[in-house]
């Protein structure tokens, strides 16, 4: 049996980062782990390619090679997965379906012959089981949560790995906590469901044989989500890895704001390589974190905790969101605020979108204010409900607070906010790639030369030069991702 494992296109958003990836002469930001762990799923016996659009076009002649096409993606992906449908349609090749896409809305995808649903590691060997009798079902689901440790190894074999500037791998699934507009407990529980430390650890084993060196995603929606197994267990034997193995990888993930209050993990996961996470910060009003049940941010300084993660070593990006019930009209200016003052460069502000099964969709599908599916970019200026505020104040208000946050003068000031509590690492110890020095360079006639506005990047060199010289590779990497927010916010 031939597969052709394809992943649809990603249009350009914040999180793409294509205009600043170009600067390291990478095609792509990471790669499809849900498809190469599907990959790891199959008969070993059989054929595997993998195409990803991000990387390289789909030829006729791959689609024709295929006895299958499976396909993958997320929301925003959708056109692209659609097209791909379409053309193996036309080309008279099966289609096999699945992913978070397909699984939150399998009514959407009339066209596909099978559906796959949920966790693979439960509902493809059905599949496989009823494709080998010769009569498979059309659509296929999970009964429950797969037990991911005996979740095989991803195929990066597959992948040409220099075509992306970072790797994906991940620890567990799951979160504990119950945000009322987040799929992730939907897809994948609130307990979190962890890897065997030996079977993560082979899993880095095999990417590093693989060749790859530098960043690595550890894509967790909630990293901490238990804190026991990592102090007692996997942060100590991924540090005694790490430093093993000569420290090849930097790593980022996803954590809740309430890692501020463990200093202990914090400590080890700096000491394991952990350089950036992302932490859901959303708002800070009061009112809407209690509305939207994001109680791990309620009760606390905020801005306190950003600022205690920077100073123990890591860099923090912030999600933010506008459009909750209880936001008043000077919501935009206090988001201005808190992001100017606490330092995230990497703040991503979202209107918010109701997710179609989420307890926020079911509470406005209650109130008759759905208006419409969601198009998984919440940063492309549209609204799928009604929200309690006036639709023109509201995105008035929001386009202003990400033109503020980002134009050249705020954001360079962010970045001088950012450094003067960030501190740097000792573990591991930094080390320069030709692609970093290249991509510096790069920033320099880009940024230094080519662009308008180029006095805010001069005077940030001259303040890294003067005052934190041992933070430039931090510093020049915020002004290249810089470049790439900006070039999204002009197109809101």
Same mark, same amino acid.
């Given at each position: 049996m031939k597969i052709l494992l394809v992943y649809p296109k990603t249009p350009g958003t914040f999180w793409s980062l294509e205009n600043a990836i170009k600067f390291i002469k990478k095609k792509a930001l990471e790669p499809p782990l849900g498809l190469l762990t599907v990959a790891a799923l199959l008969p070993e016996e059989w054929e595997t390619r993998l195409v990803d659009l991000n990387v390289r076009s789909l030829e006729d002649e791959a689609i024709r090679w295929a006895d299958l096409v499976f396909l993958g993606g997320m929301s925003i992906q959708k056109s692209s997965f659609d097209r791909v449908v379409e053309r193996c349609r036309g080309l008279g090749v099966t289609v096999v379906a699945g992913g978070p896409m397909c699984t939150m809305e399998p009514d959407a995808f009339p066209d596909v012959d099978h559906l796959v649903l949920g966790e693979a590691e439960l509902s493809l060997p059905p599949f496989l089981r009823d494709l080998e009798e010769g009569h498979p079902n059309r659509v296929y689901t999970a009964p429950e949560f797969a037990d991911i440790t005996s979740t095989p190894r991803p195929r990066w074999d597959l992948l040409d790995v220099d075509a992306y500037a970072l790797m994906d791998i991940q620890y567990s699934r799951g979160c504990p906590y119950n945000c009322d507009f987040c799929t992730i407990t939907m897809l994948y529980g609130h307990r979190p469901r962890i890897k065997d430390t030996d079977q993560f650890l082979g899993e880095l084993d095999a990417l590093c044989d693989s060749g790859w060196r530098g960043a690595v995603f550890v894509v967790d929606d909630n990293f901490i989500g238990n804190r026991g197994r990592l102090k007692r267990d996997f942060l100590p034997a991924l540090i005694e890895w790490s430093e093993r193995r000569?420290?090849?990888?930097?790593?980022?993930?996803?954590?809740?704001?309430?890692?501020?209050?463990?200093?202990?993990?914090?400590?080890?996961? &700096?000491? /394991? !390589?952990?350089?950036? *996470?992302?932490?859901?910060?959303?708002? =800070? %009003?009061?009112?809407?974190?209690?509305?939207?049940?994001?109680?791990?941010?309620?009760?606390?300084?905020?801005?306190?905790?950003?600022?205690?993660?920077?100073?123990?070593?890591? &860099?923090? /990006? !912030?999600?933010?969101? *506008?459009?909750?019930?209880?936001?008043? =009209? %000077?919501?935009?200016?206090?988001?201005?605020?808190?992001?100017?003052?606490?330092?995230?460069?990497?703040?991503?502000v979202g209107l918010l979108n109701a997710p179609l099964g989420t307890k926020l969709f079911q509470r406005l599908s209650a109130e008759n204010r759905i208006l419409s599916s969601m198009s998984g970019d919440n940063m492309d200026g549209s609204l799928n409900f009604v929200p309690r505020m006036n639709p023109g104040l509201l995105l008035e208000g929001y386009r202003r607070v990400i033109r503020t946050i980002y134009s050249q003068g705020a954001y360079f000031e962010r970045i001088k906010t950012f450094l003067a509590e960030y501190t740097v690492p000792r573990f591991p110890p930094a080390r320069r790639t030709p692609a970093e020095i290249g991509a510096v360079l790069r920033a320099f006639w880009r940024l230094g030369v080519v662009e308008r506005g180029r006095r805010f990047f001069w005077r940030l060199v001259f303040h890294v030069l003067h005052k934190h010289p041992e933070k430039a590779g931090t510093a020049f990497r915020m002004a290249i991702y810089g470049f790439h927010y900006r070039k999204v916010i002009e197109r809101i």
């Open positions: 000569g420290h090849p990888f930097e790593f980022s993930t996803e954590v809740s704001i309430d890692l501020a209050d463990d200093p202990e993990l914090t400590a080890l996961m &700096v000491r /394991a !390589g952990f350089k950036m *996470v992302f932490v859901g910060i959303e708002t =800070p %009003d009061e009112g809407s974190l209690a509305e939207c049940g994001k109680r791990q941010n309620q009760g606390r300084d905020m801005m306190e905790s950003v600022k205690t993660l920077q100073r123990r070593g890591l &860099v923090v /990006a !912030g999600g933010f969101i *506008v459009g909750f019930d209880h936001d008043g =009209p %000077d919501i935009f200016e206090r988001m201005i605020r808190f992001i100017q003052n606490s330092g995230i460069c990497t703040a991503m």
